[in-house]
């Protein structure tokens, strides 16, 4: 018959995880005062300073959300100044510290963000 692995409460974890960060601890000698394997308390270590076994909050309320979309307002013709009109092949050019990104009016939007977020780095 298969003994198969403990589940350890929740408090139990917490109480030995915050015993393993005090000053002077021996995580191994805790760890075998509790008959754990020494690997136990130092992974609950990991999470408890993670903030994983934190107190569980109040439960989030979820509101309902609706999403509108407003209609797209087309500007119009004399809010361009003279010979400014947008062109189909309009681009938008972004300048960082050495490179310069031109972004033309077929984008892909995935590529876009993959590009800038590599660019933040």
Not at 29 to 37: D, V
Not at 97 to 116: E, P, S
Request: net charge positive; hydrophobic share 40%; charged share 25%.
């Amino acid at each position: 018959m298969r003994k198969g692995r403990p589940n350890h409460p929740i408090e139990f974890k917490r109480r030995l995880a915050h015993q393993a960060c005090e000053a002077g601890v021996s995580v191994s000698r805790l760890a075998q005062e509790h008959g754990l394997n020494a690997n136990l308390p130092f992974k609950w270590r990991r999470q408890y300073r993670a903030g994983l076994f934190d107190e569980a909050a109040e439960p989030t309320a979820l509101l309902p959300v609706t999403i509108e979309q407003e209609p797209v307002k087309q500007p119009q013709a004399e809010s361009f100044s003279r010979g400014s009109s947008p062109a189909p092949d309009a681009s938008i050019e972004v300048a960082f510290n050495d490179c310069t990104v031109r972004i033309g009016n077929a984008v892909d939007m995935k590529m876009l963000r993959a590009i800038l977020a590599l660019l933040r780095q």
